[in-house]
């Protein structure tokens, strides 16, 4: 036989397909990465909690220090995650929270909440009504925020460029306690954060002047802050994280040092911001009912009412009473408050109820009883709160939750682990993610994805493909990396062939390709023809061939932008396609299923409308387009389904006559 290729089953309807194009659109800043200093062991790598309310950075600079959490200037260990323009300057972090108040309109906070979201989302919408700043249409409909940033004159930014701004005052509070340029960093994202997310925060790093080595989930960072990483055996871990904006749920697997997540929820709108507004909404009724004025309808007024109901929140952690006092809160009223633990809790208790359905649903995902569970991790500010301490541990019937860490520090002490590990410090003990798309050539030189990019190690999965040809005995299968769909623009990993497979007719083969990567990243893919049982396998350590950044962020930027172009090609060979499979089978069932049932006349003009077809095929070949392919087939249907149509439909009545006969 000559050389013998797979034909990719349900390539055009692959749900991979959209994925692919999504982490396309969101690659555009990759290739920024380009001019970074390689990473060795002595490169300061930061971890950086990117929090909705407040960002954290730590290192490790020295083994026998361990992880340092770094403060910034006022000497603070977490930074407001706040941007603050002026007329004359931009502000980051404290200083851009301290004046909140007096430029509510161009103080954007909570930008996480909006990052790699659409300006339409429903939960945007919903989160417009309580902020001092404006949420407007940007780019392909995102959410961008309107800065009115010099004398009047606005200007909007997209969450990426705020995010950048955070990134870099991380980067400088780093630089000034290290005293040294920092390039490198690992950034932790919510578990449940889509590729978008995590891309846009990728494109936030890299407007930032920062390389983001690596984005790791937030509750794997935090199991790591908690020494996870180190216990030999067997444990489940689950992580509560409840920040300023949201809520993350994690189910984690620890396996001999090796994380696995077995099941994610969470609520992407639950957190510290939403216990703000129902205090808001309290005292502005309050406000209201005593002197008639509407807090909402006046930007300062709102960012003093939620930075002193914040404030007020993180005392009821302590206390059981707090006051809050705003000397003019608008109109030159004064407002003076007190408020009650209890009545916190009351003004929050559904919320406080929602913290429990993400919890039952990875338990429910994974199957696991209560009783399995052997730490619980609680992460973010408002896991400070004992109203949510005291849920989570009642539901697990009064057990202990693991606090020997800072909730407000674990994830990013975590990040810098993880930092630490990819300089090449320490054995790499968490879960890695595939960092281009794995698949094999299939007909025509396509690309068939099989692991998409970013999928989590380890990893197996499966997918069936045929022959495309009658008889063939050998299948050569080639595996390779990269987003492209031609693998001619691909890398190539490895190759190996089925051999001696009986003589079958094209598409009876069932051939299951498996890939798996196990904890090392080393990559097998086993090939099995399931009506004989032959299979091979090869093996491919992909740490030791494994792309440089420079050289990933090449190919995902030549997939950026060819990635019009691939899709004219692909979609012009799966019209080939589609038209040679349209053929085969007519002629399947000219020549076999219909042979008797078909008018001689009608015979020889469906097949000679095929022989022109292959004819017509054969010469057009390089020359035709998608369109051309689809036309012609579109052609050919118009002829031959009606004929068929009519055979079957002869049939069906001699049946029916012959039926009526026996009866009779
Ligand atoms: P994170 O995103 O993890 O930094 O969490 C920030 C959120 O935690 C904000 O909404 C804070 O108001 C909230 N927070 C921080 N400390 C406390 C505390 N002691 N009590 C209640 N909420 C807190």
């Not at 692959?14 to 990465?33: H, I, P, V």
């Not at 004064?334 to 929602?354: G, M, P, T, V, Y």
């Amino acid at each position: 036989m000559g050389s013998a290729i797979l034909l990719a089953l349900n390539l055009a309807n692959s749900s991979f397909a959209s994925n692919l194009s999504d982490g396309n659109q969101n690659n555009r800043t990759q290739g920024k990465f380009a001019s970074f200093a390689p990473l060795t062991p002595d490169t300061p790598v930061v971890g950086i909690d990117l929090g909705t309310t407040y960002s954290c950075v730590a290192i490790i600079r020295n083994e026998r220090i361990g992880v340092e959490v770094i403060p910034n200037e006022s000497g603070n260990r977490i930074t407001p995650s706040v941007v603050g323009f002026t007329d004359d300057e931009r502000m980051v972090g404290e200083p851009a929270k301290n004046q909140a108040h007096l430029f509510p309109q161009r103080t954007i906070y909570g930008i996480k909440r909006l990052i790699g979201r659409k300006f339409g989302d429903p939960e945007v919408q919903a989160d417009k009504e309580w902020l001092s700043y404006e949420i407007v249409s940007g780019k392909d409909g995102s959410a961008y925020v309107r800065t009115n940033v010099v004398r009047g004159l606005s200007r909007d930014l997209s969450p990426e460029e705020i995010s950048s701004m955070i990134l870099l005052k991380m980067k400088q509070i780093s630089e000034a306690f290290v005293g040294n340029d920092i390039q490198h960093a690992v950034v932790t994202v919510p578990a449940y954060f889509n590729d978008g997310q995590r891309q846009a925060t990728k494109d936030a790093g890299a407007i930032a002047g920062l390389n983001i080595v690596r984005i790791i989930n937030e509750p794997t960072a935090a199991a790591l802050a908690y020494g996870f990483g180190k216990i030999k055996g067997n444990r489940k871990i689950l992580v509560a994280d409840l920040g300023g904006g949201t809520y993350d749920v994690s189910l984690l697997d620890l396996k001999d040092g090796l994380f696995t997540v077995l099941a994610i929820s969470g609520d992407t709108h639950l957190g510290g911001e939403d216990f703000d507004q129902r205090l808001a909404e309290h005292f502005s009724k309050i406000f209201m009912k005593k002197h008639q004025k509407e807090v909402k309808s006046d930007n300062r007024a709102i960012q003093l009412l939620m930075s002193h109901v914040e404030k007020a929140k993180r005392d009821l952690s302590t206390l059981l009473y707090t006051r809050i006092s705003i000397e003019n809160l608008m109109h030159g009223i004064e407002f003076n408050e007190q408020i009650s633990r209890a009545r916190f809790e009351e003004l929050c208790s559904d919320l406080f109820k929602k913290i429990i359905d993400p919890i039952e649903i990875v338990m429910r995902d994974s199957g696991l009883k209560k009783t399995e569970i052997d730490s619980i991790l609680l992460v973010g500010g408002s896991t400070r709160i004992p109203k949510v301490r005291s849920i989570i541990s009642e539901y697990f019937n009064g057990k202990e939750l693991s606090q020997n860490i800072n909730p407000d520090e674990a994830v990013a002490y975590g990040a810098a682990i993880q930092a630490a590990m990819l300089r090449g410090n320490k054995k790499r003990i968490l879960i890695d993610i595939t960092p281009l798309s794995l698949g094999v050539e299939v007909s025509g030189g396509l690309m068939s994805h099989i692991i998409p990019r970013g999928t989590q190690i380890p990893t197996k999965i499966a997918q069936s493909y045929t022959t495309e040809q009658d008889y063939q005995q050998l299948i050569k299968l080639s595996v390779y990396e990269g987003e492209r769909s031609l693998v001619k623009e691909n890398r190539l990993l490895g190759q190996f062939a089925l051999t001696d497979l009986p003589a079958m007719k094209r598409r009876v083969p069932s051939i299951q390709v498996t890939f798996s990567i196990d904890e090392n990243s080393i990559l097998s893919v086993t090939a099995r023809e399931e009506t004989s049982g032959i299979e091979k396998s090869i093996t491919i350590n992909q740490d030791k061939s494994r792309l440089s950044n420079d050289e990933i962020n090449r190919m995902l930027q030549d997939a950026q932008r060819y990635a019009e172009q691939d899709k004219v090609i692909e979609g012009r060979i799966n019209a080939q396609k589609a038209l040679e499979n349209y053929i085969f089978s007519m002629e399947n069932t000219v020549d076999e299923s219909l042979a008797n049932a078909l008018l001689i006349i009608d015979k020889k003009a469906i097949k000679s409308t095929l022989k022109e077809a292959k004819i017509w095929i054969k010469e057009n070949e390089d020359s035709a387009t998608q369109i051309d392919f689809e036309d012609y087939l579109h052609d050919i249907q118009l002829f031959c389904d009606p004929i068929i149509k009519r055979a079957y439909k002869r049939i069906a009545k001699e049946l029916a006559e012959e039926d009526y006969s026996s009866e009779l």
